[in-house]
């Protein structure tokens, strides 16, 4: 008889408030999500992927077709993990109802558990209008990448007493509005710890320190896909440069018409040999 894989859902998620940190990655396609389903909390499709897959100069050029798309792969290859799929710049600050409307597309067309959007001062009553219709919200304060153009680039926030209190305040306005946890990004290690303690609702840090309730990175950041990541990534492999030794290996091989090789390489049986369907030959007397 075989175990049916239970899906952590959002309850799990915040009852990690003050316990063993979350476990959380980006993913953007099948094969991503199934190997790392078995050691994640929380899958994030993140609108990153507009970055790190499809070489855009930020989020903002990230549609709902694109968000779609990768959020349904990823829950072909996930399993056990929590899924959430970020609303991409434009889907819901315009109103509540533009803001249901499109989160409703992504959970019913992808199958995900809940939607991710950044918190800036307009959001809390989106956050709200989403939670009493059913719609799980993730909140997303401090470095909100979808507002570059507005702050002048990736800049970590909460640098006076004037940023601080406005980070802070749009923590406890999603607190409030019902979001089930936060992402609080690029912000100095005080005022992380000062969010974690002021909400009642998990933390999840990226450039944010450790005293977040959990912690999040870009996938391909954390692999060493790329030459430069941010300060606050560690990367955990060098993938770029194994990549880049087997394509070599490939094309080398291809160039010296060692690849493919007979291992490689369907042959058709020769002229005369002919094989019979029952072991022994043909037993019929005939």
């Not at 507002?147 to 209190?165: L, M, P, T």
């Amino acid at each position: 008889m075989q175990t049916r894989i239970q899906r952590k859902t959002v309850r799990d998620i915040a009852a990690a408030k003050g316990g063993q940190p979350l476990v959380c990655l980006t993913a953007y396609d099948a094969p991503m999500a199934e190997i790392m389903d078995p050691h994640a909390d929380l899958i994030l499709v993140g609108d990153s992927v507009g970055m790190v897959v499809h070489g855009l100069p930020s989020t903002v050029g990230v549609t709902m077709e694109m968000m779609i798309l990768h959020g349904q792969a990823v829950m072909r290859g996930s399993k056990q993990a929590f899924v959430v799929v970020d609303m991409p710049f434009g889907s819901y600050e315009t109103n509540a109802d533009q803001a249901f409307l499109n989160a409703a597309r992504l959970m019913k067309e992808t199958g995900c558990q809940a939607v991710k959007i950044e918190s800036g001062a307009y959001a809390a009553h989106q956050i709200r209008h989403l939670v009493d219709r059913g719609v799980p919200v993730m909140g997303h304060v401090g470095l909100r990448p979808q507002a570059i153009n507005v702050v002048g680039g990736f800049k970590a926030q909460g640098r006076n007493d004037d940023e601080r209190a406005r980070v802070m305040e749009e923590a406890k306005a999603a607190e409030e509005a019902g979001a089930f946890s936060i992402v609080v990004e690029g912000v100095a290690e005080d005022l992380a710890e000062e969010i974690t303690q002021a909400v009642s609702i998990p933390t999840i840090g990226i450039g944010a320190s450790a005293t977040c309730d959990g912690q999040i990175l870009v996938t391909h950041d954390m692999l060493g896909l790329f030459d430069w990541t941010p300060k606050f990534v560690r990367a955990y492999g060098n993938m770029r440069a194994e990549i880049e030794q087997s394509v070599k290996e490939y094309a080398d091989d291809v160039r010296a018409r060692a690849f493919p090789g007979s291992a490689e390489t369907y042959k058709l049986p020769k002229a005369g040999d002919k094989r019979l369907s029952r072991l022994g030959g043909d037993k019929s007397g005939g």
